[in-house]
Every structure is written in structure tokens, then in C-alpha cells.
């Protein structure tokens, strides 16, 4: 049974990485928001959204963001990144935080992160 080829571009594949290597392959449309990736991954761990990062191509995603306004196509990664403890310090308050966490003895900001 052939499948319609226009009924694949309303669709994308692709693999969410995680920090250990695991891979998980997604399908989802192209137009749905990835919040609905995001909160499926914190039902199935029982865990808050922000406990996750993710980002495609070096950018944090939020979840607002969609395959189309990424201009995703098949077989691109999405990485994943679970925090362990305190949900992980925005980087756009990076600077603000940096200062204080030398002051408690940290070298930087990256080894923070690291350690919660």
C-alpha cells in the first residue's frame, strides 16, 4: 500500500538525546506546539516540565516553538537535559547569578550547574 507524500510534510521524526546517550524516536506535527513533547516526557517520569531542558541546534526551546518555526526536518535531534534538584537558573539571569555563586566558592557558573 503506497502512503500520499503530502500526508509525510504535515508530519517530522525526529530524536530526542539524552545527556547518556539514550535516543527516543518522536512524530508529531508539524504544527504542534512542543510543550506537548514536554509535558508527555513529565507525565511518563512524574516529574514538573521544568525539570527538563531542551534544546534543538544550541537553543533552549520553551515549548511555545513548533517543527515548522524550527524548521525541523526528518531525522534532526532534540537534546534533553533532566535537572536534579532545584530547576536550573535561566540564562538570561546568568550574569546576575554568576557573581553570587563565586562568592559561595564556585569557579563558575558551568560547574553549578553541574552539581545540582
Same mark, same amino acid.
Given at each position: 500500500?503506497? !502512503?500520499?507524500? !503530502? ?6 521524526? *525526529? !530524536? ?6 539514550? %535516543? *527516543? =524516536?518522536?512524530?508529531?506535527?508539524? !504544527? %504542534? ?13 512524574? %516529574?514538573?516540565? +521544568?525539570?527538563? $531542558? *531542551? ?5 533552549? =526551546?520553551?515549548?511555545?516553538? %513548533? ?9 534532526? $535531534? $532534540?537534546?534533553? +537535559? ?14 546576575? +547569578? ?13 560547574? *553549578?550547574?553541574?552539581?545540582?
Amino acid at each position: 500500500m503506497e !502512503t500520499d507524500p !503530502t500526508s509525510q510534510n504535515n508530519h517530522v521524526e *525526529f !530524536t530526542l538525546q539524552t545527556m547518556i546517550g539514550d %535516543t *527516543f =524516536l518522536y512524530r508529531m506535527s508539524r !504544527t %504542534t506546539q512542543l510543550i506537548k513533547l514536554m509535558n508527555h516526557l513529565s507525565d511518563l517520569h512524574a %516529574t514538573d516540565p +521544568v525539570s527538563f $531542558i *531542551f534544546s534543538y541546534e544550541g537553543e533552549r =526551546l520553551y515549548g511555545e516553538e %513548533t517543527p515548522n518555526k524550527l524548521h525541523m526536518e526528518d531525522g534532526d $535531534i $532534540i537534546h534533553l +537535559v533532566q535537572c536534579i534538584g532545584p530547576p536550573a537558573v535561566d540564562l538570561k539571569i546568568k550574569d546576575q +547569578v554568576s557573581s553570587f555563586l563565586k562568592f559561595l566558592g564556585f569557579r563558575s557558573y558551568y560547574w *553549578f550547574m553541574l552539581i545540582i
